[in-house]
């Protein structure tokens, strides 16, 4: 338990309020999939996922993306500015995998894709995120279409600076997800997390090093691992070793 209010507690995280435009990221040690119907206690996950985010985070502003990243000293809990998110999803994909080869069978699975998508998800539960069109974003003023078009540019960046980092490590992007909120002056900064849950990497056997073990029926000692890995691979040093 942190000090300040508890905003939200999400299936993977506890959202609290520091101050009135910062908040504390604490990433939990559970793992969910399929929706959130298989549940399970993952020691280490909290830690390891942090410190991807902090990596990932760091790495963006870097290159001159903007992001809701403030600072991170080791352990479960990352400092990052308050914002208003948007209800929406962002997929980045090079490769084919996951819920475009289920919606579209015709694409063999990591297959290499002309130029990568950019796909977006409306963020609701019940609906389980369903796809929408950059259309339904415009017409329902989920964003304006100067928002939309920012969105899409960030998170091409994002993945340019992404798979060139990972290709140095040996490592292929295959996907990954984006959230993005507004500050208080409405500029839109990438958000949430950047970690084992929300990309998919491979390595040169094309093992997996994120979710995907867990979702393909791994347990959480294999999750843990490919985390461990990635982290490794990356040279994040997250102060235990369990590979
Ligand atoms: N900078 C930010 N300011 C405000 N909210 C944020 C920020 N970054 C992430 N969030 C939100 O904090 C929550 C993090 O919790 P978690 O990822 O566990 O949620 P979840 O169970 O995946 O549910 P959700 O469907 O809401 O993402 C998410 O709702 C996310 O959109
Ligand atoms: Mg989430």
New binding site residues.
């Given amino acids: 338990m942190l000090g300040g209010q508890l905003l939200?507690e999400?299936?993977?995280?506890r959202?609290y309020v520091k101050d009135e435009n910062t908040?504390l990221?604490e990433f939990k040690d559970v793992v969910t999939a399929l929706d959130g119907v298989k549940v399970s206690q993952a020691p280490g996950k909290g830690v390891l996922n942090a410190a991807l985010s902090a990596f990932f985070f760091r790495l963006l502003e870097s290159r001159g993306v903007n992001t809701?990243f403030i600072g991170y000293d080791g352990g479960r809990v990352l400092t990052?500015?308050?914002?208003k998110?948007v209800p929406v999803e962002v997929i980045v994909r090079n490769y084919a995998y996951g819920s475009l080869i289920k919606r579209l069978p015709l694409y063999k699975p990591l297959s290499k894709l002309g130029k990568p998508i950019v796909e977006y998800h409306y963020?609701s539960?019940e609906l389980h995120d369903p796809l929408i069109l950059p259309e339904d974003i415009l017409n329902t003023g989920l964003m304006s279409g100067e928002e939309l078009n920012t969105v899409n540019e960030v998170s091409l960046r994002v993945n340019e600076v992404l798979s060139s980092e990972l290709v140095r490590y040996g490592l292929t992007l295959v996907d990954f997800k984006l959230?993005f909120?507004r500050d208080a002056n409405g500029r839109l900064l990438v958000?949430?997390?950047i970690s084992g849950d929300t990309i998919r990497v491979i390595d040169a056997e094309g093992r997996h090093l994120d979710k995907e073990v867990f979702r393909k029926g791994g347990s959480v000692e294999d999750l843990i691992i490919a985390y461990s890995t990635l982290a490794r691979r990356l040279g994040i040093n997250v102060g235990f070793r369990c590979t």
């Avoid at 999400?10 to 995280?13: P, Q, S």
């Fill in positions: 939200y999400g299936k993977a995280k959202v908040l990221m809701h990052v500015r308050r914002l998110m963020k539960d959230e909120g958000a949430d997390e």
